[in-house]
């Protein structure tokens, strides 16, 4: 397993009128912990595009356990359980102050960007991630 933390602070503007942050945004802090958990692999989007490969969300999953507040600092986990095929998963826990406010997970293919067709991952990629599992 690979598993990667990001910190990130609630911003007002995503909070309700409750003072709650907006259930939607939960995907936003999923998608901040990917692109770190991708950029301190080495393999950014940059790269992939680069590459023209890219990776959308074909499936998205959230469990909300506990409501974040504006300010909170919140602890990203993104974690990666298998070396990836033509689709991944990468699965996420978000915390503030050690507790426990949302899981989830959101599963990726690897398309090419020009045939728009799945395709296999590149092999500098599953090299990282074989190296690092």
Do not use: W
Request: one cysteine or more.
């Amino acid at each position: 397993m690979i598993q990667t933390q990001t910190e990130y602070r609630v911003l007002y503007a995503h909070t309700d009128k409750m003072g709650v942050v907006n259930n939607a945004r939960y995907f936003e802090y999923f998608e901040a912990g990917r692109n770190d958990f991708l950029r301190k692999l080495d393999y950014p989007y940059t790269i992939l595009e680069k590459e023209n490969i890219g990776l959308p969300v074909i499936e998205a999953y959230a469990k909300y356990i506990s409501g974040a507040k504006y300010d909170d600092l919140l602890t990203i986990k993104a974690s990666l359980i298998s070396i990836p095929t033509v689709r991944f998963k990468i699965n996420y826990e978000i915390t503030c102050n050690n507790v426990l406010i949302a899981e989830g997970y959101t599963v990726h293919s690897f398309v090419d960007f020009k045939k728009m067709k799945p395709v296999r991952p590149p092999e500098k990629f599953i090299e990282l991630i074989k190296s690092k599992i």
